[in-house]
C-alpha cells in the first residue's frame, strides 16, 4: 500500500483538505492534495485535534523507506546476541572480562582492549556478540524503546550468595521480553559456593535444571580462574541453534544503538548493533531524529571496517547529531528521505515531548515548531 493521499485523509477525519493541508505546512511537512501523507505527520495531526487513529507505524515506516518485503528468500543464519545479566558483584563485568580475554587473541587486538559496548569472538568457528553493557538499565532502557537487541540473557548467580534482588529483577525482564536464559553459576572456585543450593532457589522461581527434568541449561563457572568458559559458550551456541537466528545481508541496513557520544575530535560517535542487512561506509543513515551519511566504522578491534554484518557492533561516525542508547537506525536510499524520516521522527519525539509536559496548547505547538 501506498498510504493515503492528502485528500483521503482529510475526508476520513471530515476535514477540508486545505485546512490539512495548512496545518501541516504549520509542522513544516509540504504536501499537495494528491500526494500521500507522511504517516507520523498524519498520526500527530489527527492527535493534536484530538481524534484518534489507527497507528500502523511500522509499516507506514516500511512503506516510507521502500524496505518491506526485502526478505524473501535470502535468509541466512546470524550470530547470536547475548547480555550478560545478574546481582551486583556476582561477577558480570569479571565474566565479560574473562571471556573477552580468553577468546579475542591479544595479537588480534593489538593489545589493546577497545571498548565500544559490545564485542564479537569466536567459539568453534563460530561468532557470538556480547552486549558489554551489563546491568538491567541498559536492557530496560532498551526495551522501553521497544528494541529487541538480546537473544539470549546470561544470568550470573554467585554460588556463594545465591537469589538477591537483582537475580529475581533480571529473570522478570528476561521472561518480560521473552527471552530465553542460561545461567551461570559463579564463582564455584571458592570453598563456600553451593551450587546445588542455588539450583534449588532458582528453582522456585521457574528456573530448572535440565538434570533434573527442567529446561533450564546452568553453567558452573569462575569468571576469575576462567573455568567453565567453554561449555557456557557452547550452550550459548546450542541456544542460538534452537532459536534458528536468520538474517538478510543483502537487503538496507538496521539495527540499533547500544551506546552514544560526543567525540572532540571525531564529532558524534554512535556504537551500533546491525540487526539486519549489511551496514557500509557511505551509506545514509537515519538514527532517531538524527541523520547522517557513514564516513567511517570501526570494529571493536578498533579496526577500520567497510561493512558490518548482521549481529555485529561497529562505531559510526558521521552523524549529525548524538543519538540515544536504545534508539533505531535504517538505511535509507538517499539523502532526501533520509532527511525526512529523520524530520518527521523528531517532529514525533518533540512533540510527545511536549504533551508530556502538557506545557502547551495545541496553537503554541505549532508557533514553537
Ligand atoms: P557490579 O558491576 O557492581 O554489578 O558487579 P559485577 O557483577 O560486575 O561483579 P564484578 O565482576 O565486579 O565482581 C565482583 C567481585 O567478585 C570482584 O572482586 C571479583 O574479583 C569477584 N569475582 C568475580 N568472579 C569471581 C569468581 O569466579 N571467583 C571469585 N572468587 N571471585 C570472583
Ligand atoms: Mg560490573
Redesign the pocket.
Known sequence: EEGISVKEYADRLGLKAQEVIMKLMGMGVMVTINQPIDPDAAVLLAESLGIGVEVQSEESEDVLLGTEGEDSGQLVSRPPVVTIM??????????LDAIRKSKIAEAEAGGITQHIGAYTIMEKDRNITFLDT??HEAFTAMRARGAKVTDVVIL?VAADDGVMPQTVEAINHSKAANVPIIVAL?????PEANPDRVMQELSGLGLIPEEWGGQTIYCP?????RTGLDHLLEMVLLQADVLDLKANPDRRSQGVVIESKLDKGRGPVATVLVQNGTLRVGDFLVVGGNFGRVRSLINDRGQRVQEVLPSFPAEVIGLDGVPQPGESFVVVEDEKSGRQVAQSRSLKQRSAQMIRQKKVSLEDFYTQM
Open positions: 545478574g546481582h551486583t558483584d556476582h561477577g558480570k563485568t569479571t565474566l551489563p546491568g550470573v559463579n564463582k564455584v572456585d571458592k563457572v569462575s569468571a576469575k580462574k
